[in-house]
């Protein structure tokens, strides 16, 4: 069964340096997702992606945010300079449309800035 | 108001028991409903997609309420397996972004 990929499973970083947390969509998926889920609150949604251009942002994917897909399978988020409180398990997600939009999540990546 | 609620519980029930969760959305332009699964520290899997007449997959059943704005999800027959926190997430209107609750969590007994 096709599944989202991601990596790596738990980065650990200093505040203020940059990170890149990667994520291989289902390949026959057309629209793009990363969520955040700080630990014991909601998961959250950050962005949305399709056609090679954000769709939608939240508040929280600030300047400090930015997501790319660089080939035809991988899709990154950037974090340009972290802060504490970028901690959260960071989760992609993929659908294969958007109206009625079923996300299929990868396992995620811990985020730990120290 | 928080877009969607949940009671978070913990719900504590014995197995073989029925279940039910509700879930409510403050946006009545909400389009598609769905219920997620998630196991500690994992991520959400979705569990099933909730349509207007309610559909049900196996001890699983999923209804809608768009006048009164919320969902439902009814597990009959409880496993242990079962023990997860179940999350509902909503599409508010024409958008493809999916809007978590807290989440219920279900802890299933012997």
């Known amino acids: 069964e096709p599944e989202v990929t991601q990596t790596p499973s738990h980065q650990v970083t200093q505040m203020g340096q940059e990170v890149i947390l990667r994520c291989v969509p289902i390949?026959?998926?057309?629209?793009f997702y990363w969520y955040r889920q700080i630990l014991g609150q909601k998961v959250e949604f950050l962005v949305s992606?399709?056609?090679?251009?954000?769709?939608?942002k939240s508040e929280i994917f600030d300047d400090q945010f930015s997501v790319e897909r660089p080939d035809g399978s991988n899709f990154t988020l950037k974090i340009r300079s972290t802060k504490l409180e970028d901690s959260a398990m960071y989760f992609c997600?993929?659908?294969?449309?958007?109206?009625?939009?079923?996300?299929?999540f990868g396992p995620g990546t811990r985020l730990t800035v120290l | 108001r928080k877009e969607v609620e949940q009671d978070p519980g913990p719900f504590n029930v014995p197995e073989g028991a029925t279940v039910a969760f509700n879930c409510t959305y403050s946006?009545?332009?909400?389009?598609?409903f769905f219920w997620y699964r998630q196991d500690c520290r994992k991520e959400p899997k979705l569990l099933m997609s909730?349509?207007?007449s309610g559909n049900e997959d196996g001890r699983f059943t999923a209804q809608l309420n768009r006048a009164s704005q919320y969902i439902s999800l009814l597990i009959r027959d409880s496993k242990l397996s079962d023990s997860a926190t179940y999350l509902c997430?909503?599409?508010?209107?024409?958008?493809?972004?999916?809007?978590f609750g807290q989440g219920t969590t279900l802890q299933v007994k012997p």
């Open positions: 997600a993929s659908s294969a449309q958007r109206g009625n939009n079923e996300q299929f």
């Open positions: 390949s026959n998926h057309l629209y």
């Open positions: 992606f399709y056609n090679n251009e954000i769709s939608e």
């Open positions: 946006n009545s332009a909400s389009q598609s």
């Open positions: 909730v349509y207007s």
């Open positions: 997430a909503v599409t508010p209107g024409n958008t493809g972004k999916l809007i």
